[in-house]
């Protein structure tokens, strides 16, 4: 299986604006978010979808979405919940995203994929999310 873009990224081969890593899993910024604070949480391992995941990573993977949700509530705690997506359609590598989010148009917001990162607030809210 050839590398995905998130495979990339956990090697270091592409950069990103990192909240959370661990053995298992690792958090960044969505460079298309579908709200602002959107984090994709993938595992280490490359697999398409979550199913296949071991137990211990899949429970990894839950715990670090859980987590970072958490400290998503703490950054936005105007926004009434924190959502969460599994569905692997851009990338074939098991992801969750997950991003603060108040009405029902938020989120289904669809971000538009052409434009151009706005990598000086991503970083920014990297930093806020960061754990230290």
Excluded: W
Aim: hydrophobic fraction near 40%; proline fraction near 6%.
């Amino acid at each position: 299986m050839e590398d995905s873009i998130f495979t990339k990224i956990i090697k270091g081969e592409i950069p990103c604006h990192k909240v959370y890593e661990d053995a298992h899993t690792l958090a960044f910024m969505d460079i298309h978010p579908i709200q602002p604070g959107h984090v994709l949480v993938v595992s280490k391992r490359q697999v398409e979808n979550f199913y296949e995941l071991t137990d211990e990573e899949y429970t990894a993977l839950m715990q670090s979405v859980k987590q970072v949700a958490l400290r998503l509530k703490q950054v936005f705690p105007e926004k009434a919940r924190i959502g969460a997506m599994i569905e692997g359609l851009d990338v074939p590598h098991v992801h969750v995203k997950i991003f603060p989010f108040t009405t029902s148009d938020e989120y289904r917001n669809q971000p538009d994929l052409t434009s151009e990162p706005d990598h000086e607030a991503l970083a920014r809210t990297a930093q806020q999310l960061a754990f230290t």
